[in-house]
């Protein structure tokens, strides 16, 4: 059973910035694919970011240009920097990792991120 641990979210103007954190509980450099989702109240779950096997990295198209997904498999950590936020970004942000394959899917418990002035 993996676990995922979320930090970094809070509140943030607009304009600003914020930098997610997920941290696994064992090593994510086999993992099939890890990254993040978001869902906003009434909303779907969306796709925001992922990392997939051989390191390829996928972008929501809301996000391309403002949000950078990164990993630093030493710490098992998935990043998100999220830079010039917009109100419409304020959401519950998930860390989701598939291990062995797409079916094998862990989520971690979720972190919000308010942006509002």
């Known amino acids: 059973q993996v676990q995922l641990v979320e930090s970094g979210g809070g509140l943030v103007q607009p304009g600003g910035s914020l930098t997610l954190s997920c941290e696994a509980s064992?090593?994510?450099?086999?993992?099939?694919?890890m990254g993040w989702y978001r869902q906003a109240p009434g909303k779907d779950r969306d796709l925001v970011a992922v990392f997939t096997n051989g390191g390829w990295k996928n972008y929501a198209d809301f996000v391309k240009g403002r949000f950078i997904i990164s990993k630093d498999n030493g710490y098992n950590t998935v990043y998100l920097q999220m830079n010039n936020l917009k109100p419409e970004d304020t959401a519950v942000y998930y860390c989701n990792a598939k291990v062995s394959s797409y079916y094998d899917d862990y989520w971690g418990q979720g972190t919000q991120v308010t942006v509002s002035s």
């Open positions: 064992e090593s994510i450099a086999s993992f099939t694919a």
